[in-house]
């Protein structure tokens, strides 16, 4: 996520939010030298979103900038490997019309299949 950050820009803001505790997002945040992307905690249950959100492994919440949802899930990095990413970064180029700004992820050019 800190590659796609560092690539996009401010064309896009990543967010990493921990569902485990303050201090095991302080060592994802260390471990992944997460500097532009958010990182963020839910302090607890009562604070968890009903519906959305899951492992980055298991895919990613991909929504507008004013707060609408675009894809609840995206394809699994479990399942798809190297082209769950490419995945993302088709659903940026054509639902959103953005483009990397540097290269650095995989960038494959899978087409989206809804």
Same mark, same amino acid.
């Given at each position: 996520m800190?590659?796609?950050?560092?690539?996009?820009?401010?064309? =896009?803001? #990543?967010?990493?939010?921990?569902?485990?505790?303050?201090? %095991?997002?302080?060592?994802? /945040?260390?471990?992944?030298?997460? +500097?532009?992307?958010?990182?963020?905690?839910?302090?607890?249950?009562?604070?968890?979103? =009903?519906? #959305?959100?899951?492992?980055?492994?298991?895919?990613?919440? %991909?929504?507008?900038?004013? /707060?609408?949802?675009?894809?609840? +899930?995206?394809?699994?990095?479990?399942q798809?490997g190297?082209?769950a990413?490419?995945? =993302?970064e088709?659903?940026?180029?054509?639902?959103?019309?953005?483009?990397p700004?540097?290269?650095?992820?995989?960038?494959?050019?899978?087409?989206?299949?809804?």
């Open positions: 800190e590659k796609w950050a560092r690539m996009y820009g401010s064309q =896009v803001q #990543f967010l990493m939010v921990c569902v485990e505790s303050a201090g %095991v997002a302080v060592n994802f /945040g260390r471990m992944f030298d997460l +500097k532009s992307v958010v990182n963020s905690f839910i302090p607890s249950r009562g604070y968890m979103p =009903v519906g #959305f959100g899951q492992l980055g492994c298991s895919g990613f919440v %991909v929504s507008t900038d004013d /707060g609408c949802f675009v894809s609840r +899930k995206t394809k699994a990095y479990l798809y190297e082209d990413f490419a995945y =993302v088709q659903l940026l180029l054509n639902v959103f019309a953005i483009k700004l540097s290269h650095g992820a995989s960038t494959k050019g899978n087409a989206i299949e809804e």
